[in-house]
């Protein structure tokens, strides 16, 4: 978090699904060669129709990239389940790409004339409709595209619709109930999917699943059935069984990292000066002795660099304090300079040992993982979330599961990992195709965890414009931001190129991160636009035309800021701001 750049590799290619039938060679797309003159059956930013360089006919596409924009025209169409399809188009220029969202996609990184990409897939069993893409990338030149072609029959019409959105209308320590609104057309039944699985099939628009985990969270999504086939999936909606145990936090709190080792300009904060209003304190950082050693070190910042440093004794008695009125103090691991890669299971015992050593000399509540640059990253043929295979990942999993279980359930775990290793994984997942292999990696690690994690707080900072849920891609620094990525972590997402999808979150364990001020990082949000955000978040109000899959979240965890020392070298501005509306929300 000191200095942390979010670095967007223009070499990330994209997605996909799959499933089995073979299909009949037909271009199911509309103006596939935009001969109408005009982009009608498309949805373009910064795209226009031009008559000069086309590959056939009198038009093609110009898409006007941008520093922020890589104008990308795409076109939602309806198809049939488990189907094979070939996309397909010709284009010029470089950096351009042809996909599917949420699937395959290829790419050329230069092409003076026009050349042909071509891409194929299969539908999911339930899936009728794709999106297909084509567009540049940032800071390159416009380039264009001509003569694209969805080769496959279309959709069947004669399927039941897509049924509505389920809803959680009760829970138990082992049940999850379920209702939703009925499909139309012909129904035989509704089968209810736990991600690919179905769980329950019934002829109802109720469901009850049972024989689940103590405190556990499991996300659901409907689709009906008949004679003809099935429909798509429903949006999904996460419910979370009882019996969980409280983790002695205000229903909204306030989170901020204290550099407890450094001071990075800002000064530094004794802990007895940190304000009453952070619920969460995170020391930054402990660091590793060496990147793969998993040996990690404490070492608070020394007097020359913060002359108002108190003693150890001081510093230990000002911890006791904060916990004594119900305050949470955490070591939190890495940050920008502590690269943190536990390679071999000696790595992971020492990280494990050396972890557990800070907790116990400082009496600390908890632990929070800030991994970043190249801690976590995926090796080639690791595309499953759910059963990871990547020693850095395994292992890292494996030294928090024996944390948590080492200090009972009160342990409180946090990680706070950028928006690259998190949500660009709904368009990028790892090092397919030669993109960068650190793309989505935190998704398994969160994964494993969901169930003794207290809360992820995702750094909307330092980020690149990253695609939301709604396909629209989300520039930092405004309420639109936070609302769209806040959404992806609590309805959960398809992990690019995978055919599987990352269940959401429960309310309670999501926060998201900011900078207190301008100086503590590219990003910074006015208070109005994060109270907005969090009207939206909590309340479903105020949301600027976002519609939130995953619904309102009334028990949305709280803020995060890098950090407490830039807060107050600012005058509070994020403390002062924050805390009042996060203790006035519902």
Known sequence: MRSRCLAVVLGLVLLLVGGTQTAQAANVLTNPGFETGSLSGWTCSGGSVVSSPVRSGGYALNGAVSSSDYAQCSQTVSLQPSTAYTLSGWVRGSYVYLGVTGGASTWTPAASSYTQLSVSFTTGASQTSVQVYVHGWYGQPAY???????????????????????????TTNSSISLSWGASSGTVTGYRVYEGSNVVQTVTGTTATVSGLGTCTSHTYSVAAYNGTGESAKSAAVTGTTGGCTSTGLPKHALIGYLHASFANGSGYVRMADVPAEWNIINLAFGEPTSVTSGDIRFNRCPVAECPNVESEAEFVSAIRAKQAAGKKVLISIGGANGQVQL???????????????????????????????????????????????????????????????????????????????????YQFYGGAGGGDNRTGSYLPVIHALRDALTVLHVQDYNSGPVMGLDNQYHTMGGADFHIAMTDMIKAGFPVANTGQTFPGLRQDQIAFGLPAAVSAGNGYTAPAAVHQALDCLVKGQNCGGYSLRGGASPAFRGLMTWSINWDRYYGWEFKNSHAPYLAALP
């Open 343 to 425: 390679t071999t299971a000696a790595a992971r015992d020492a990280f494990v040992s050396s972890v557990s050593a800070i907790i116990d000399r400082y009496g600390l509540d908890g632990l929070d993982i800030d991994f970043e640059g190249h801690s976590l990253y995926l090796n080639a043929g690791d595309t499953d979330f759910r059963n990871p295979t990547t020693p850095v990942i395994v292992n890292l999993i494996s030294a928090l599961k024996s944390l948590k279980a080492k200090y009972s359930a009160n342990f409180v775990l946090t990680m706070a990992p950028e928006t690259f290793f998190v949500q660009v994984g």
């Open 144 to 170: 264009q595209a001509d003569d694209i072609s969805l080769d496959g029959p279309g959709g069947n019409p004669s399927g039941p619709g897509v049924p509505g959105s389920p809803s959680v209308t009760g």
